[in-house]
Protein backbone atom coordinates (compact mmCIF):
# COMPACT_ATOMS: atom_id res chain seq x y z
CA UNK A 1 0.00 0.00 0.00
CA UNK A 2 1.82 3.34 -0.81
CA UNK A 3 -0.09 5.19 1.69
CA UNK A 4 2.44 3.10 4.34
CA UNK A 5 6.29 3.13 3.35
CA UNK A 6 8.99 1.64 4.95
CA UNK A 7 12.93 2.67 4.36
CA UNK A 8 15.39 0.70 3.45
CA UNK A 9 13.29 -1.77 1.68
CA UNK A 10 16.80 -3.92 1.78
CA UNK A 11 19.76 -4.16 4.03
CA UNK A 12 22.26 -6.13 4.80
CA UNK A 13 24.17 -5.38 8.28
CA UNK A 14 27.20 -7.07 10.41
CA UNK A 15 26.39 -8.20 13.84
CA UNK A 16 27.09 -5.61 16.58
CA UNK A 17 25.72 -2.55 14.06
CA UNK A 18 22.91 -0.29 15.25
CA UNK A 19 20.40 -0.19 12.51
CA UNK A 20 17.03 2.15 11.71
CA UNK A 21 14.30 1.02 9.83
CA UNK A 22 11.93 3.80 9.27
CA UNK A 23 7.94 4.36 8.62
CA UNK A 24 6.15 6.96 7.40
CA UNK A 25 2.23 7.20 6.53
CA UNK A 26 -0.12 9.13 4.80
CA UNK A 27 -3.24 7.50 5.90
CA UNK A 28 -3.46 10.45 8.96
CA UNK A 29 -3.94 7.20 11.46
CA UNK A 30 -2.89 7.25 15.11
CA UNK A 31 -2.02 3.45 15.66
CA UNK A 32 1.39 2.25 14.38
CA UNK A 33 2.96 -0.90 14.75
CA UNK A 34 5.92 -3.27 13.82
CA UNK A 35 6.02 -6.48 12.89
CA UNK A 36 8.29 -9.25 12.48
CA UNK A 37 7.45 -11.72 9.67
CA UNK A 38 9.74 -15.73 9.79
CA UNK A 39 9.10 -18.60 7.50
CA UNK A 40 5.90 -20.77 9.12
CA UNK A 41 5.48 -18.45 12.02
CA UNK A 42 3.51 -15.68 10.18
CA UNK A 43 3.77 -12.13 11.75
CA UNK A 44 4.99 -11.51 14.75
CA UNK A 45 4.39 -8.00 17.00
CA UNK A 46 7.60 -6.14 17.93
CA UNK A 47 6.03 -2.60 19.20
CA UNK A 48 3.01 -0.85 18.37
CA UNK A 49 1.97 3.17 19.44
CA UNK A 50 -1.49 4.22 19.73
CA UNK A 51 -0.57 7.77 19.59
CA UNK A 52 2.76 10.25 19.52
CA UNK A 53 3.04 9.62 23.48
CA UNK A 54 1.80 6.10 23.67
CA UNK A 55 4.24 3.17 23.44
CA UNK A 56 3.90 -0.19 23.94
CA UNK A 57 5.70 -3.42 23.75
CA UNK A 58 4.76 -6.58 21.68
CA UNK A 59 5.68 -10.06 22.02
CA UNK A 60 9.30 -9.78 20.92
CA UNK A 61 9.98 -6.60 21.83
CA UNK A 62 13.82 -7.60 23.33
CA UNK A 63 16.64 -6.37 21.17
CA UNK A 64 14.88 -3.64 19.45
CA UNK A 65 13.48 -0.31 20.35
CA UNK A 66 10.63 2.55 18.52
CA UNK A 67 10.61 6.36 18.34
CA UNK A 68 7.24 7.74 17.81
CA UNK A 69 8.74 10.78 16.11
CA UNK A 70 5.14 12.35 15.03
CA UNK A 71 1.64 11.39 13.96
CA UNK A 72 2.78 9.85 10.49
CA UNK A 73 6.60 8.29 11.47
CA UNK A 74 7.72 5.31 13.63
CA UNK A 75 10.62 4.01 13.25
CA UNK A 76 12.31 0.65 14.52
CA UNK A 77 15.79 0.48 15.88
CA UNK A 78 17.93 -3.09 16.18
CA UNK A 79 20.70 -1.55 18.96
CA UNK A 80 23.09 -4.25 18.41
CA UNK A 81 21.89 -6.83 15.22
CA UNK A 82 22.79 -9.77 15.42
CA UNK A 83 21.95 -12.95 13.11
CA UNK A 84 18.57 -13.93 14.41
CA UNK A 85 17.15 -10.88 13.80
CA UNK A 86 17.51 -11.68 10.00
CA UNK A 87 13.49 -11.36 8.77
CA UNK A 88 10.89 -9.34 6.85
CA UNK A 89 10.15 -6.36 8.90
CA UNK A 90 6.85 -4.98 8.41
CA UNK A 91 4.79 -1.33 9.78
CA UNK A 92 1.33 -0.86 9.56
CA UNK A 93 -1.04 1.66 10.99
CA UNK A 94 -5.20 1.74 11.33
CA UNK A 95 -7.37 4.16 12.82
CA UNK A 96 -9.39 4.52 15.68
CA UNK A 97 -12.42 2.22 15.51
CA UNK A 98 -12.35 -1.25 16.82
CA UNK A 99 -13.31 -2.88 13.97
CA UNK A 100 -10.78 -1.20 12.12
CA UNK A 101 -8.19 -3.11 9.49
CA UNK A 102 -4.50 -2.83 9.39
CA UNK A 103 -2.57 -1.29 6.48
CA UNK A 104 0.48 -2.75 5.80
CA UNK A 105 3.77 -1.15 4.27
CA UNK A 106 5.84 -3.71 1.47
CA UNK A 107 8.23 -4.34 4.13
CA UNK A 108 11.94 -4.62 4.91
CA UNK A 109 14.14 -7.02 4.29
CA UNK A 110 17.05 -7.14 6.92
CA UNK A 111 19.94 -9.63 6.72
CA UNK A 112 22.71 -9.97 9.63
CA UNK A 113 25.58 -11.00 8.97
CA UNK B 1 -5.87 -15.47 25.70
CA UNK B 2 -6.40 -14.80 22.12
CA UNK B 3 -5.59 -16.76 19.43
CA UNK B 4 -5.90 -18.25 16.18
CA UNK B 5 -4.62 -21.15 14.09
CA UNK B 6 -4.45 -21.99 10.74
CA UNK B 7 -4.53 -26.02 10.73
CA UNK B 8 -3.49 -26.22 6.68
CA UNK B 9 0.18 -24.98 6.31
CA UNK B 10 -0.86 -25.49 2.45
CA UNK B 11 -3.83 -25.54 0.14
CA UNK B 12 -3.68 -26.82 -3.73
CA UNK B 13 -6.74 -26.63 -5.49
CA UNK B 14 -6.98 -26.73 -9.48
CA UNK B 15 -8.20 -23.54 -10.93
CA UNK B 16 -11.83 -23.18 -11.26
CA UNK B 17 -12.61 -25.28 -8.38
CA UNK B 18 -13.94 -23.77 -5.27
CA UNK B 19 -11.09 -23.05 -2.00
CA UNK B 20 -11.17 -23.06 1.24
CA UNK B 21 -8.98 -21.79 3.62
CA UNK B 22 -9.48 -22.89 7.30
CA UNK B 23 -9.04 -20.51 10.30
CA UNK B 24 -10.49 -21.20 14.13
CA UNK B 25 -9.85 -18.90 16.74
CA UNK B 26 -10.20 -18.21 20.73
CA UNK B 27 -10.98 -15.10 22.29
CA UNK B 28 -12.47 -14.54 25.74
CA UNK B 29 -14.89 -12.67 24.28
CA UNK B 30 -16.72 -11.25 21.09
CA UNK B 31 -14.40 -11.38 17.94
CA UNK B 32 -13.30 -9.34 14.96
CA UNK B 33 -12.26 -11.40 12.86
CA UNK B 34 -9.60 -10.69 9.61
CA UNK B 35 -8.34 -12.18 6.36
CA UNK B 36 -5.39 -10.96 4.76
CA UNK B 37 -3.48 -11.87 1.41
CA UNK B 38 0.41 -12.03 0.80
CA UNK B 39 1.63 -12.08 -2.46
CA UNK B 40 5.66 -12.29 -3.41
CA UNK B 41 7.64 -9.36 -2.30
CA UNK B 42 4.67 -7.49 -1.25
CA UNK B 43 3.53 -6.39 1.79
CA UNK B 44 -0.19 -7.89 3.46
CA UNK B 45 -3.53 -6.60 1.83
CA UNK B 46 -7.00 -6.76 3.53
CA UNK B 47 -9.38 -8.73 1.80
CA UNK B 48 -12.68 -8.34 4.35
CA UNK B 49 -13.48 -8.69 8.19
CA UNK B 50 -16.47 -9.55 10.52
CA UNK B 51 -17.50 -7.29 12.78
CA UNK B 52 -21.07 -8.25 13.52
CA UNK B 53 -24.29 -8.72 11.17
CA UNK B 54 -24.65 -11.70 8.83
CA UNK B 55 -22.18 -14.57 9.08
CA UNK B 56 -21.39 -14.57 5.49
CA UNK B 57 -18.86 -11.58 4.53
CA UNK B 58 -17.96 -11.00 1.34
CA UNK B 59 -14.55 -9.48 0.31
CA UNK B 60 -11.97 -8.12 -2.67
CA UNK B 61 -11.09 -10.11 -5.82
CA UNK B 62 -14.45 -12.77 -5.31
CA UNK B 63 -13.87 -13.98 -1.35
CA UNK B 64 -16.14 -14.46 1.20
CA UNK B 65 -15.51 -15.86 4.84
CA UNK B 66 -18.58 -17.26 7.17
CA UNK B 67 -18.47 -16.60 10.71
CA UNK B 68 -19.16 -19.63 12.87
CA UNK B 69 -19.68 -18.76 16.52
CA UNK B 70 -20.22 -22.38 17.66
CA UNK B 71 -17.16 -23.72 15.98
CA UNK B 72 -15.06 -20.78 16.76
CA UNK B 73 -14.38 -20.46 12.97
CA UNK B 74 -13.68 -18.26 9.97
CA UNK B 75 -12.78 -19.83 6.59
CA UNK B 76 -12.07 -18.42 3.96
CA UNK B 77 -13.59 -19.27 0.26
CA UNK B 78 -14.29 -18.88 -2.92
CA UNK B 79 -16.30 -20.86 -5.25
CA UNK B 80 -13.94 -20.82 -8.72
CA UNK B 81 -9.98 -20.59 -7.92
CA UNK B 82 -7.52 -18.23 -10.37
CA UNK B 83 -4.16 -19.06 -10.71
CA UNK B 84 -3.40 -15.39 -9.41
CA UNK B 85 -4.72 -16.21 -6.29
CA UNK B 86 -1.72 -18.37 -5.23
CA UNK B 87 -0.16 -16.30 -2.13
CA UNK B 88 0.09 -16.59 1.34
CA UNK B 89 -3.37 -15.68 3.36
CA UNK B 90 -3.59 -14.62 7.16
CA UNK B 91 -6.07 -14.80 9.41
CA UNK B 92 -6.24 -12.62 12.68
CA UNK B 93 -8.50 -11.72 15.54
CA UNK B 94 -9.28 -9.01 17.47
CA UNK B 95 -10.73 -9.59 21.12
CA UNK B 96 -13.20 -7.34 21.67
CA UNK B 97 -13.07 -7.48 25.67
CA UNK B 98 -10.02 -6.44 26.07
CA UNK B 99 -9.26 -3.14 27.73
CA UNK B 100 -5.95 -0.73 27.93
CA UNK B 101 -3.18 -0.79 26.59
CA UNK B 102 -4.03 -4.08 24.61
CA UNK B 103 -6.88 -2.89 23.27
CA UNK B 104 -6.56 -2.97 18.74
CA UNK B 105 -4.44 -5.21 18.80
CA UNK B 106 -4.75 -8.10 16.29
CA UNK B 107 -3.38 -11.80 16.49
CA UNK B 108 -2.08 -13.71 13.28
CA UNK B 109 -2.29 -17.39 12.45
CA UNK B 110 1.22 -18.76 11.09
CA UNK B 111 -0.50 -18.95 7.26
CA UNK B 112 -1.76 -20.76 4.57
CA UNK B 113 -0.28 -21.00 1.49
CA UNK B 114 -2.56 -21.34 -1.52
CA UNK B 115 -1.63 -22.44 -4.69
CA UNK B 116 -3.89 -23.15 -7.60
CA UNK B 117 -2.68 -24.88 -11.11
CA UNK B 118 -3.59 -24.09 -14.41
Known sequence: DADVTQTPRNRITKTGKRIMLECSQTKGHDRMYWYRQDPGLGLQLIYYSFDVKDINKGEISDGYSVSRQAQAKFSLSLESAIPNQTALYFCATSDLQRGAEQYFGPGTRLTVT | ?118
Open chain 2, 1 to 118: AQSVAQPEDQVNVAEGNPLTVKCTYSVSGNPYLFWYVQYPNRGLQFLLKYITGDNLVKGSYGFEAEFNKSQTSFHLKKPSALVSDSALYFCAVRDLTTRGSTLGRLYFGRGTQLTVWP
